[in-house]
Structure formats: C-alpha cells, structure tokens
C-alpha cells in the first residue's frame, strides 16, 4: 500500500459508489424487460431501516434514497430483485447474507502501518483511502482506522459491515421513470442522486 488519502466525509455511504458492488447482475424487473425499449429504467424513491441480526437499528433513511430501477447496480440486487413488481406503498422486508450485502470479512483487509503515513491528527474510526496491496490498476480500497497503540495503526479495508447478516426494511415512496440521461450514466440525477 503506498499513500492513504483521508476522507472528507467520514459517515459511510450505503448505496453510492463508495461500496459499489461488482455488476453482473440482469434485473428481473417486468417493466424494464417487458413494457419498453432494452435501456428503459425508472426511479424509487424508498424509505428504509437497516437491522443487525439481534433486530438493532443500525440506520433508517432521513429522507427517501432514490435509485435507478433496471440492473444499473444502484442498490443491493437481492433488494431490487424484491422490488421488481412493487408500486408505491408497497414495503419490503429483505434478509442478506454477508456476500450478498457487503462482503465476507477479509482478514488480508486488515493492515499494520506506522502512524508517520498518517496525518497527526488521526483518531479511531477515521477513513482513509488508500491503494489495495498488490493492485495493478490501482484499486482504491476504504480502510478505516480500528486501533492506535504504539507508534502503530491498524487500518482495516472490510467495509464496516462486512461479515454481517442484515435486514434492509423499505416502503416505496414513489415510483418514476427517470430520464433518457439517467438511463445512459446508470444513476440518478438531481436532489438525493448525482450531481455533476
Ligand atoms: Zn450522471
């Protein structure tokens, strides 16, 4: 790993490309499939509640998130597999594994560096990103900070989820077609989306 990049905003985002999953994935969707043209997409707008697997709260949506229906790998495909024939109103309730939210825990995530490569400023539970161990194409890895001791720094690459059995709750708020350019980019634009 060569040099960590601390992050600005350090509360971790759940559905943006941050933890981007790997795509792949081919919507079931009816309306993408069946009522239009191959690149046809819409836009939910959802409330959600995220719950470890004692039923804690880990996190609910302040405002509704808003992302791109039709296998643009906007969301947890097992959550839009679910929502494929959901109209406004309708709630979801979805139980992940591991690998199919954010990942098995990684033990070779986890690395020890001297505090001189980070800011003097560094406390447990800042982000940093930095170059995955021996990637070619120089993929970028989120650590977080887990521990401080000893001139040492344990960073761990695992997203702060990773390894964990979740349950996403959401209900629609509503349900849009999203426009030509969303549909090309393969996200959202506009208030809870992309801005560019
Ligand atoms: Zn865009």
Redesign the pocket.
């Known amino acids: 790993m060569r040099d960590y990049t601390q992050r600005v905003a350090s509360h971790r985002r759940l559905f943006a490309v941050d933890f981007r999953r790997e795509s792949g994935y081919s919507s079931a969707c009816p309306y993408f499939w069946n009522h239009h043209a191959h690149f046809q997409g819409h836009r939910r707008h959802l409330n959600y509640s995220l719950f470890d697997p004692d039923g804690e709260l880990i996190e609910k949506s302040s405002e509704p998130i808003i992302y791109l229906h039709g296998g643009y790998d906007n969301i947890f495909p097992k959550v839009e597999e679910a929502l494929g024939q959901k109209e406004e109103g309708d709630k979801v309730s979805v139980v992940m594994e591991p690998d199919e939210a954010f990942g098995e825990y990684d033990e070779e995530l986890v690395r020890v560096e001297d505090t001189g490569k980070f800011p003097p400023s560094i406390k447990v539970g800042d982000q940093f990103e930095g170059v995955a161990e021996g990637s070619d194409d120089h993929e970028t890895v989120i650590y977080t900070i887990t521990d401080i001791a000893e001139g040492k720094v344990i960073a761990d690459g695992n997203h702060p989820l990773a390894g964990i059995r979740l349950r996403f709750d959401c209900e629609v708020m509503e349900v849009r077609p999203a426009s030509k350019?969303?549909i090309?980019?393969?996200?959202v634009?506009g208030a809870g989306g992309?801005h560019?």
């Open positions: 350019e969303e090309m980019h393969g996200h634009h992309h560019h």
